[in-house]
């Protein structure tokens, strides 16, 4: 089973900053398999990156993904106040076919 | 516009069975795709429970797998979820969403999620 760490647990930054969250796999996956959400309070999530870097349908560009192998990054440009939320990495696999990282909180500095 | 609502009893008791339906909207389920349940308890993270197609072909969480049992109706375009024996550790906010497969694997459009308390 792949287990997915994020870091940092909580990240406070202030608006106009740069944002860079991490993802670590425990084991080497595709780039095709990583993915990132946003959720925000009493929100579901939201698809942000698919692929590892591959931005979902009506994500601005500021958002941006990369990574492979068993490091993966969500790069948020230039934070925006709507950006402050919880983010999560998720991956596919074989064994546990879905897993979750344990997400990242953004949080105004 | 695909549109994903979950609907079912937001308390259940300890040892009997929690009973999920997804109603999907704006995009005919049997056209493809596979569809997940993935649960939130308060205040964690993200834990996928279970997914399906159209055909009725399933796969779930192992750790799971001896509770759950996830069922299509195409005639009603939507999908269900029975998990049985619960305590109050499968408290949680549960959604439903739909599951982009080949050659990339994620959730793209998701249900806004239902509070499932399992108490006495």
Redesign the interface.
């Known amino acids: 089973e792949i287990v997915l760490t994020q870091s940092p647990g909580t990240l406070s930054l202030s608006p106009g900053e740069r944002a860079t969250l991490s993802c670590r796999a425990s084991q080497s996956i595709s780039s ?2 990583l ?1 990132w ?1 946003q959720q925000k309070p009493g ?5 942000l990156i ?2 590892a870097s ?1 931005r ?1 349908t009506g994500i601005p560009d500021r958002f941006s993904g990369s990574g492979s192998g068993t490091d993966f990054t969500l790069t948020i440009s230039r934070l925006e106040p709507e950006d402050f939320a919880v983010y ?1 990495c ?1 991956q ?1 696999g074989s ?9 990242t909180k953004l949080e105004i500095k | 516009q695909v549109q994903l609502q979950e609907s079912g009893p937001g308390l259940v008791k300890p040892s009997e069975t929690l009973s999920l339906t997804c109603a999907v909207s704006g995009y005919s389920i049997s056209s493809g795709f596979y569809w ?1 349940w ?1 649960r939130q308890p308060p205040g964690k ?4 429970i279970g ?1 399906i197609y159209h055909s009725g072909s399933t ?1 779930y ?2 750790s799971l797998k001896s509770r759950v049992t996830i069922s299509v109706d195409t005639s009603k375009n939507q999908f269900s979820l029975k998990l049985s024996s619960v305590t109050a550790a499968d408290t949680a906010v549960y ?1 439903c ?1 739909r599951l ?1 497969q080949v ?6 459009y ?4 239902t509070l499932v308390t399992v108490s006495s």
């Not at chain 1, 929100?43 to 698809?47: G, N, S, T």
């Not at chain 2, 050659?103 to 793209?108: L, N, S, V």
């Open positions: 095709s398999y993915a959400y929100q579901a999530p939201r698809l698919y692929g591959s979902a999560y998720q596919y064994s546990l076919p879905y897993s979750f990282g344990q997400g | 997940g993935i993270g993200l834990e996928w997914s796969y969480n192992p959604y969403a982009a050659p990339y694997y994620y959730f793209d998701w249900g806004q999620g």
